[in-house]
């Protein structure tokens, strides 16, 4: 059998990509014999026994076929040297490659200029590079400026990079396919889908009393029930649903919003619930749950909220979880999320072209028409059975490292 070197974070290390890597690594090991690189920092513990594990540092380049998985995280710059000296297959999870290639650059000043000259545009080299200076001074000079810019991630993704040292790509939206072909257009490049695992078909009404007896969130079965999963972070436009929470709950007073998931050290959560005039009628479950706990609640919403501004081109790991379960959700009306059918999610402009009053809209929507909104979510459920499921997904996989 084929062997196969991949390149990832896993469980426990608590990130998206952990998670779908440990679920990718299960189903390829039908194909391949897999070997698995982390950090070294911890032990995974969710991969299968047929699996090899090792620390990035044991690697040698010995396997068959070398697979990374690229998202803009530092967590995963391990892997980064390796990349670059050797090649392989990219799964690319972002657009942006800011954070994930800065601790390279940091201890290669002289690379990462000659990596702006070579690969951003006239604007952002005048941003960087002073003429003025001696070398030295103007590359120390221009990574300070780097590390330090508002607008960073913007000006400065290095992806074109990533990609220069990449054999074969597989990314999971033609936005993103799109994208990389305009930085390398000879790359071959596979769009797979993400892969999902299926959620058990729960009702609504079991799934609330499950949350009123483990977590003590006792909901009348007709309130509202609005939820977002995944991060809380700011560009999640959190504070977009909580306005527009703000707004609806004058006509629905028992209106509620569920947050599942780590909060951001630099989002101002319990402020933002403060200022839209909420606290009440949000409850976050900001510790570790498990993925029967996180379905049961998606199964217990109306409906989620995943919008993403600005975005980095990333496919949403957490909306796929949603449709697996039978729900629908919001996302932002961008290119990003435009691979999806319009029957199966509400699209909510960005910001400044009426985010808020179509936040509320599709509240209303809601409560309007229930059976619709089942029947979205029942779209949503055939989309991830037909097309998502983790065998279809590790055969297309196979296909590609072929």
Known sequence: ??????????????????DYSDDLVAALSAHFEVVCYHDGSYEPDRLPSNVEVRPHTAFTSREDRTLFQVGNSIELSFAIPHLVEHGGAVTL?????????????????????LEVLRSHPRAARRTLLKPSLRPKRMIEHAFRTYEAHPDKRELFPFTRFILRHVDRLVVHSE?????????????????????VSEAPDESRTSARAFLAERYGLTLDDAAPLFLSFGAIQPHKRIDAV????????????DAHYLLVGPRDPSYDLDAAIARAGVTGHVTVFDSYLSMDDVNRCIAACDLAFNLRWPSLGSTSSTLYKIFANGRTAAVTASESFAGYPDDMVFRIPP????????????MHDVVADREALASMGRRARRFIEE?????????RYARALA
């Open 175 to 195: 936005f993103l396919r799109d994208y990389a072909q305009g930085l390398r257009r000879s790359l071959p490049i596979d769009v797979i889908p993400l892969g």
């Open 1 to 18: 059998m084929t062997s196969l070197a991949f390149f990832s974070t896993f469980s426990p290390k608590r990130m998206g990509i952990s």
């Open 387 to 395: 097309t998502c499921t983790w065998a279809r997904v590790a055969e």
């Open 351 to 362: 910001p400044d072209a009426g985010e808020v009053d179509a936040c509320v809209a599709a």
């Open 242 to 253: 909580l306005e527009a929470l703000g707004r609806f709950r004058d006509e629905h007073p």
């Open 93 to 113: 999870h972002d657009a942006c490659q800011f954070d994930v290639t800065y601790p390279y650059f940091r201890d290669r000043h002289g690379r990462f200029a």
